[in-house]
């Protein structure tokens, strides 16, 4: 079982690949790569431990282990990029339809806000859980590793690669700026906010203007408002890692509290959390439906060839 899902996630990152290299070339965006020489260090040492553990001193545990990593980071890094193919995608902004559908909801951001104003304990709280996001993918791959549940690391894998794809597919269509540009009607012309706030607005209107035509890799960052990726990404931490009973006490509320947290750290509106549930839940049953069929294409392979 773990070599057929470490094949099938080689499989789905090289597409993966592939799809963001296309993507990258048909928007005209290259990216620039400027390693130090502690990276270029790392990844030597990655490297030469992986092929090491894999072919010379042979130990399956420690090799699917190492690669298991190199397809979380490669998927992760490969997800932020095909985002900037995605939002170079000059399509009118639908943050007017959104912010109905949030009215609809009956989701008002301004008492969001003012609520949180005046509980200074709960808004850490949000925003500490929301800091999360990519800190949770450590215990995911060292928790998977210790308990020996290596198939729950690729299934995660598989399941992050499938969720950032639609997640960057759906935002091609369905582009938007943030609630923060356009409710609370912040500078559009500033990364850094006279409260101190991030935004990625610049950016985002560089890439669908074309003023910027080149990624910096050492400074990627989200920018996909519709779906919230963080809120899929939430859901499959907890998927991920719920077969380990003991952690369910700790995931489920941090990631509660993440999900929270998007309206307030990530500008997010309330329409953006549910398509990002459904992009989880779907993603989830995408995942299940691939580790059922994987083996039943094996025994269908084996029997054509046995015949």
């Known amino acids: 079982m773990d070599d057929r899902l470490s094949s099938l996630a080689s499989q789905i990152t090289l597409a ?124 995911v791959l060292l928790v998977t590793i210790v308990a020996r549940r290596i198939d729950r690391l690729q299934a995660y894998i598989i399941a992050f690669a499938i969720a950032v794809t639609a997640t960057s597919a759906i935002a091609c269509f369905i582009p938007a700026a943030n609630a923060m540009i356009y409710v609370d009607q912040v500078p559009t012309d500033l990364s850094t906010l006279p409260d101190g706030g991030h935004s990625y607005f610049p950016t985002l209107e560089g890439l669908r203007n074309g003023t910027i035509r080149s990624i910096n890799f050492g400074r990627l960052e989200g920018l996909v408002p519709f779906p919230s990726f963080h809120t899929a990404n939430a859901v499959l931490f907890v998927w991920a890692l719920w077969p380990i009973r003991m952690l369910r006490v700790v995931l489920l509320p941090l990631n509660l509290l993440l999900i929270a947290a998007t309206p307030l750290c990530g500008a997010h509106y309330a329409t953006d959390i549910v398509g990002g549930a459904v992009v989880a839940f779907g993603t989830i049953a995408a995942t299940a439906w691939l580790l059922r069929a994987q083996p039943a294409n094996e025994r269908l392979v084996e029997a054509v060839a046995a015949s």
Do not use: C, K
């Open 16 to 139: 993966m690949a592939v799809l963001t290299a296309i993507s990258l070339n048909l928007v005209g965006l290259s990216v620039r790569v400027d390693l130090s020489a502690t990276m270029v260090a790392l990844i030597s040492g990655y490297a030469f431990l992986t092929i090491h553990y894999r072919f010379v001193r042979q130990n399956a545990g420690v090799a699917r282990a190492l690669i298991g990593f190199g397809q979380l980071v490669t998927v992760v890094v490969l997800g932020i990029m095909l985002s900037y193919a995605a939002t170079a995608m000059p399509l009118p902004y639908r943050d007017a339809e959104l912010h109905a559908i949030d009215r609809w909801l009956g989701f008002e951001r301004e008492t969001y806000l003012a609520f949180l104003r005046h509980n200074e304990g709960l808004r850490d709280a949000l925003s500490f859980a929301y800091n999360t996001l990519m800190r949770q993918n450590i215990p």
